[in-house]
């Protein structure tokens, strides 16, 4: 059931920031969802209950991460719990559909901070459960370090590093090769007498992972 007015429709947008409309001629805004006070301080929240938002769509969860991403909004409480509760559903959607909003993630001003909420809330075990197993103990020798921690103070690095001139500007292949380049060390791990541990070979089984999920 679709509804039968304006407010119906705002509705069932994903975020209350895409549910403001003005009426065409008169030009009357219509915001019955609060979403120029969200878009002001920042606040990711949804029109209806971010439950049955995101089981009407799904791709709706990735898209969240994507806004953190690119516009540094922050989430509301509800929204991640219903994120984490709901995050296998993701497997629902096509590839082609779930590729295009992780591009536009790694492409943000903040990737960080969305890969770290698709961590969170699970749904990185879905679409890129290699990025989820970087999170291994560490051997209480502390003889390495956290490989997930590592992997986005490297993509961060990297960024710091893109040319911003005209020409510049966020670079896809840069960022996810920061990102992905010790995705084979969680299969590759072994502990050494004296409490060493070892990583041999990683960098060719995390060649093939990455072909593989790319």
């Known amino acids: ?29 219509s915001d019955p969802y609060g979403g120029l006070r969200d878009l002001a ?52 959607i096509t590839a082609e559909r779930v590729q295009v909003e992780l591009t536009k993630l790694i492409l943000g001003a903040h990737p960080r901070r969305g890969l770290e909420l698709l961590v969170d809330t699970g749904l990185a075990d879905v679409i890129l459960p290699e990025l989820s197993a970087l999170r291994m103990e560490i051997d209480e020798h502390h003889q390495h370090k956290d490989v ?44 050494e007498p004296r409490g060493g541990v070892s990583f041999h070979h990683h960098e060719v089984v995390g060649a093939k992972l990455v072909r593989a999920r790319l």
């Open 1 to 29: 059931a679709y509804g039968d007015s304006l407010a119906d429709d705002l509705r069932r947008r994903d975020f209350t920031m895409n549910a403001m409309a003005v009426s065409v001629p008169g030009h009357e805004f």
């Open 41 to 92: 301080t920042g606040t990711l929240r949804t029109p209806a209950d971010p439950r049955e938002s995101f089981a009407d769509d799904p791709l709706r969860m990735l898209r969240a991460a994507r806004f953190v991403s690119q516009l540094g909004v922050t989430p509301t409480a509800d929204v991640v719990a219903a994120m984490a509760e709901l995050a296998p559903e993701i497997g629902r």
């Open 148 to 191: 997930y921690a590592h992997s986005l103070t490297v993509l961060d690095r990297a960024i710091a590093l893109e040319d911003s001139g005209p020409d510049g500007g966020p670079d896809l292949v840069l960022r996810l090769a920061a990102l992905l380049h010790d995705v084979g060390k969680p299969a590759t791990r072994r502990h």
